[in-house]
Each structure stands twice: as C-alpha cells, then as structure tokens.
C-alpha cells in the first residue's frame, strides 16, 4: 500500500502513530455546542446566528469556522418565509 501512495513505510506508521490533530478535535467539540443551537432554534440559525450565540456563552470563534464545519456536517438554515402568495386575494377591476 505505501508504494501505491509513494510514501515510506516509517512516514506511514508515524502518521497512524500520530493520531487526530489539536484542529480536528477543537471542531468535534465546537460541533457540539452548534448542533446544540441549531436544534434549539429548530434549524432556522445559520452560521452568523450561531456564531453570535457562540461568542454570548463565551468561545471565541469567526464565522467563517461556523459555516465550514456546519457544511461539513449538512447542516443547512432553513430559510423562513416573510410573503406568502394567496391567489384569489386580489380582485381584478
């Protein structure tokens, strides 16, 4: 398999060795206080909302870390509607 991918066998076990990263593990654990909002809100916060709600309990994190790991994830806002359409309404003169 390492000559598939052209490394060593030595760089190969170190790297299993290694294990997840710091970043990898901060955003496991970030994962969970947004999904925790997300749910709360019933799926309507998107990342700038839940950034917001982040920074009020006090982890400091950019916006842009919040939409990444939401995609990630499948996480999607979903939108709300202000005009709602009622045909019939409206009388033509």
């Known amino acids: 398999m390492c000559r598939i991918y052209g490394v060593t ?4 076990n170190s790297w299993r ?14 994962f969970v206080h947004i999904r925790s909002i997300f749910n709360r809100h019933d799926g ?4 700038p909302k839940i950034t917001q709600e ?4 006090g982890i400091n994190v950019g916006q842009k870390r919040v939409a990444r790991i ?5 996480l999607r806002a979903v939108k709300s509607r202000i005009y709602t359409a009622r045909p019939g309404t ?4």
Do not use: A
């Open 9 to 12: 066998r030595e760089g190969y």
């Open 17 to 30: 060795r290694r294990g997840v990263c710091q970043r990898r593990q901060e955003d496991s654990e970030l």
């Open 44 to 47: 309507c916060y998107g990342s």
């Open 54 to 57: 982040l920074k009020k309990k």
């Open 70 to 74: 939401m995609r990630n994830h499948g």
């Open 90 to 93: 409206y009388r033509h003169v």
